[in-house]
């Protein structure tokens, strides 16, 4: 894509990048001082409230529907590796979207319509960024397969995916059979961080910055960061504020380090 309108749509994208690490600085700030109010944190004072599977299923579904949209218009959605790129990103969003919400018990749960809302709007502008890079903006040649980062990026993300969806597994198993309220949770990455699902999406957001090696999956990756670090650090000291037996050698997202 070339000449006024190339330019014209790269100039957006570049902006779009801006914004989002404009956004990535907001939220580290914000959520070092005020805990998202959702799980384990749910509290009054945040308005008009949505059941939390359907507002999960909305807030996520940008990144499934959106993304396609914006990358099925690309001159390279055609390609092998826009392609590749295309199945692994759907691979993490059709899950995080139309199937984890239906795996987690989350009956009697809410979510503010204003975090839903946000969380919208950042889908909505994530998905644009990343697929306009991988469909239209960027030239992946098909040997680009055969590169290092590709390998390497593609094995972080899914050893992150893995871990991500292995961790909300052991949380959904303390609550079956109908059992209520937080439990220590115990085994594998458990007995290192509070918060092995989040360290998974680390990984896996890191490895889609390495494999597509773009500045959309930098900005991602850094906004993931912004968000998850924080939360994962309010996650761990509410474990240990609620269980006083809780293991002290613990760490919150990163084993051995925070």
């Known amino acids: 894509m070339g000449g006024e309108e190339g330019w014209s749509l790269m100039a957006v994208y570049h902006a779009g990048v801006a914004l989002e690490l404009v ?8 959520l070092v001082f ?9 509290r009054r004072g945040w308005g008009p409230v949505l059941p939390a599977r359907l507002a999960w ?25 826009p392609l590749y790129f295309f199945a692994m990103w759907q691979v993490h969003y059709v899950h995080r979207t139309f199937i984890f919400p239906f795996r987690a018990q989350s009956q009697g749960k809410t979510v503010p319509l ?13 998905a644009w960024i990343n697929a306009i890079w991988v469909g239209s903006l960027a030239t992946y ?16 993300f899914f050893v992150g995916l893995l871990t991500n969806i292995w961790s909300d597994t052991v949380l959904m198993r303390l609550r ?19 918060c092995p699902n989040y360290l998974g999406e680390l990984i896996e957001w890191l490895g889609w910055a390495i494999a597509t090696w773009s500045t959309a999956g930098l900005a991602f990756f850094l906004f993931t960061a912004a968000n998850l ?6 996650n761990h000291a509410w474990y240990k504020h609620t269980f006083p037996d809780y293991p002290e050698d613990r760490k919150a997202v990163i084993p051995f380090v925070v």
């Open 114 to 126: 204003s975090i839903a809302a946000l969380a919208f709007g950042f889908n909505c502008l994530n």
């Open 34 to 42: 005020v805990s998202a109010p959702y799980g384990r944190h749910t």
């Open 23 to 30: 956004l990535a600085a907001v939220a580290a700030f914000v």
């Open 57 to 81: 299923v909305l807030m996520e579904a940008p990144a499934v529907l959106l993304f396609a949209r914006f990358y099925a218009s690309g001159a390279h959605a055609s390609q092998t590796v």
């Open 229 to 234: 670090l924080p939360r994962a650090i309010t």
């Open 176 to 194: 079956r059979d109908g059992h209520t309220g937080y439990h220590v949770p115990r085994g594998g990455l458990y007995e290192l961080v509070s």
């Open 141 to 156: 040649p098909d040997d680009w397969m055969l590169h290092a980062t590709t390998w390497i990026g593609t094995l972080l």
